[in-house]
């Protein structure tokens, strides 16, 4: 996989299907998280590697939908992120 130089190629991590009172939450009612882990950065990236658990704004970066993977992705700049978890 090849990303643009100063991006970050960013796997969300899922949503809680439960509460911790064990009622289940429906899909519709589930935020997004705001914090996944980085599966592939661009040439420029100095910040940010491979593995790195990282948070960012809700409403950042560029969604990606893979072929046969339930997964969220996200494309981020590599300066919409903001630290590592």
Do not use: C, H, Q
């Amino acid at each position: 996989m090849t990303i643009g130089r100063n991006k970050v190629f960013v796997k969300r991590e899922k949503a809680p299907e439960t509460t911790a009172g064990g009622l289940t939450i429906p899909d519709a009612a589930r935020e997004k998280p705001d914090y996944g882990e980085v599966i592939a950065v661009g040439a420029d990236v100095k910040d940010w590697k491979v593995g790195d658990k990282v948070t960012f704004p809700k409403w950042v970066g560029f969604i990606v939908v893979l072929p046969n993977d339930n997964s969220d992705y996200l494309v981020v700049f590599e300066d919409e992120i903001w630290l590592a978890i």
